[in-house]
């Protein structure tokens, strides 16, 4: 242990810790920070049979959805899990890249930690260890995402004080009771971001025969999302452009705020029933201290306005929301790289 933490401090190696997450994958390079923050999006070009990385990030974000037949916008990694390990891999080594420029040649190759959702099973582990590998690393340190969700808000995680923190991603909630450096508990539901973003998506097919891309319904998601009905009942109203399903030309709908909270009531169902399991699961010490320590929410979930307040009427603990709740995973991984005190929650294998 000794000699790999020692190695970790070795002057002039671009250590990296990598949040490859559904949604976005961050990239934080030791003493520096968060370098890189960008979409886990690759698009792929066909030409002759012969299929080519055109772009990866914001560049191919942007042409999901608007692509030629030639093309195709990938998302890798789906529902939390690896969906397609090759362009994964192609998409670590072209961030690694990225955030190295061309200082590569100068520095030895990087120990990377990269964080692995706590439900991923051990052939999920070792390919982002294998990919991570071939993407030139020295040598890899996996770390369990909740962990550094909850290194990264802050919580008492290395002392025998039980929290518990609810990280709600693009593809997956990560529900964790964390104490003593260790995960107490831990479940992990295949509802995030995406689910929400399907949910408007058929919301408005259903009940205007309107078709939208998941794009459109993702910015809906953030501009106007809610946990629950407003208190006026209806709330703000919303101009949606589409594709009319039944005479397939480009029209514009209006729905209210009260209307996502209904598409919504699904997915965010799911995740406050993940976060009851987890609690009724918990041992009673563990769940005394989270009533005094209450929930904290991570992930880009956490935005979703009125959240907070919905799980605390739910639940009737204290629920707070991290600071930076979408850098969360990728700051607790840099400090567990980082700081000798989290000694212990990195894992080889
Ligand atoms: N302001 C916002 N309101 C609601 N949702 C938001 C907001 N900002 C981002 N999101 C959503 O958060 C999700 C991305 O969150 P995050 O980056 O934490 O996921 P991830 O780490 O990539 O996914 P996972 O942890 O499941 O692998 C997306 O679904 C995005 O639409
Ligand atoms: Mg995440």
């Known amino acids: 242990m000794a000699s790999f933490m020692s190695r970790f401090f070795k002057f002039g190696s671009q250590n990296m810790a990598i949040d490859l997450g559904t949604a ?31 772009a990866v990030g914001d560049d191919a974000k942007m042409m999901m959805g608007k692509t030629p037949d030639s093309i195709e916008a990938i998302r890798p990694l789906r529902d939390g899990v690896i969906a397609d390990i090759e362009i994964a891999e192609e998409m670590i080594k072209h961030f690694i890249r990225k955030v190295n420029g ?3 040649s100068m520095f030895s190759p990087p120990e990377i930690v990269i964080c692995v959702p706590s439900g ?3 052939v999920e582990r070792r390919a982002i260890r294998d990919a991570a590998s071939n ?12 962990m550094a969700a909850a290194i990264g808000a ?26 003593l450096r260790g995960l107490a508990y831990t479940t992990s539901v295949r509802v995030g ?23 459109t319904a993702e910015r809906i998601k953030k501009d106007y999302g809610v946990a629950s009905v407003p208190l006026d009942g209806i709330g703000e109203s919303i101009q949606i452009k589409g594709r009319d399903l039944v005479n397939g030309v480009p029209k514009e709908i209006t729905i209210t705020q009260a209307n996502i909270a209904e598409a919504l009531s699904e997915p965010i169902g799911a995740i406050i029933e993940g976060v009851r399991i987890a609690l009724e699961n918990t041992a009673p010490e563990l769940a005394a201290d989270i009533v005094d320590q209450g929930i904290v929410l991570t992930g880009g979930g956490a935005l979703i306005k009125g959240l907070d ?18 850098s969360c995973v990728a700051l607790g991984t840099g400090r567990a790289m980082e700081d000798p005190i989290y000694r212990g929650v990195l894992m080889t294998a």
């Open 24 to 54: 976005n994958t961050l990239v934080y390079v030791q003493d520096r920070g968060i370098v890189l923050n960008e979409p886990s999006v690759v698009a792929i070009e066909t030409i002759n049979g012969i299929k080519r990385v055109k």
């Open 102 to 104: 061309k200082r590569t």
């Open 120 to 122: 991923s099973t051990s």
């Open 135 to 146: 993407a030139g690393a020295s040598q890899v340190y996996l770390i369990l995402e909740p």
């Open 154 to 179: 802050d919580m008492p995680v290395t002392e025998p004080v039980g929290s518990m923190v609810v990280d709600i991603g693009g593809g997956t909630t990560e529900v964790a009771v964390l104490s």
């Open 193 to 215: 971001g995406d689910k929400m973003d399907e949910a408007i998506v058929s919301y408005v097919r259903r009940h205007h025969n309107l078709l939208i891309g998941e794009a």
């Open 309 to 326: 307040d919905y799980l605390r009427e739910e639940t009737g603990l204290p629920v707070s929301i991290a600071e930076d709740p979408l």
